[in-house]
């Protein structure tokens, strides 16, 4: 079957990370350690991932007219992702993050969200058609939640699947909920979204219930190195993530993402398509970094994903 096309429609930031021994104090200047640069945005990071694995996608983002704008789009172009939709913005800088990380591991992040804070329901109005041709359409909540929900009503009312990934955790709007065909919150973005907190496997299931009540079709809650607990209206059940040594577990969920869309694009059934991102996502946390983790389709072994 020829897949079906993927829309990832989020933000892209530039993240900058210092190492150093301990963190400044309030007016304290410190000589740090290395300067890294990594392209990332969790937007970003769910389509490299959906790219590398073979998926078909197109990325919707809004970006500066500056150096980062720049170089995060020729990355974009390298990966095999279709770019001619990123929306150009001539008065607030690309989104960066300010990242410290000190000799015990700990960070501590300031994300100036620049263009993506401004990624319009108007920007999306004017590509609306565009955005309508593509079967599936992944988001997260990196951009502002009237775009967020506006793209989602208008992908539904075409009958293309929305996926969300309601990610860095928020509240989300009541009429959001019967546009989606899944959710995948982890933990804590499913306590809040839901009000209830998780404690152990029953309150897990009774978190994705409540979630499913609101109208989405299927729920995913990804548990870490636990794997996933799946609702859908045919079956429940925690499916579990492969064992490995995690050394870098940034990005995992962003892995997961793209990788899920990307088999429910082939047509996997959604417990296939959980085992394929589980395996992707568990590749992903063995290597640092956040997009440059992202595992190629070959990496992914065959045996566990031809259930
Ligand atoms: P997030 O990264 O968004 O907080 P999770 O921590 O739930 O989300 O991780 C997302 C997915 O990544 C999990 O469902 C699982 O497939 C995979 N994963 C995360 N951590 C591990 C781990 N230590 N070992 C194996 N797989 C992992």
Known sequence: MHPQSIIVIGSSNTDMVIKTEKFPLPGETLLGGEFFMFPGGKGANQAVAAARLGGNVTFITKIGNDIFGK???QQFINEGIRT????????????VALITV???GENTIVVAQGSNGVL???DLSKIKTEIEQHDILLMQLEIPMSTVLYA????????????????PAALLPDEIYKTLFLITPNESEAEIISGTKISNDESIKRVAQKIKDRG?????????SRGVYVLTNVEEK?????IVKAIDTTAAGDVFNGA?????AEGQSLSDAVIFANQAAAISVTKMGAQASAPFRKEISKETTSH
Do not use: M
């Open 71 to 73: 170089q995060a789009l």
């Open 152 to 167: 989602a009503q208008t992908a539904s009312q075409q009958n293309k699947k929305v996926i969300l990934n309601p990610a």
């Open 216 to 224: 989405v079709k299927n729920v995913i809650i990804t548990l870490g």
């Open 102 to 104: 000190d000799a015990k």
């Open 238 to 242: 925690f499916i579990p993530a492969p």
């Open 84 to 95: 001619d939709l990123i929306i150009d913005d001539s008065e607030h800088p690309s989104g």
């Open 260 to 264: 899920l869309t990307v088999a429910i």
């Open 120 to 122: 319009t329901t108007q």
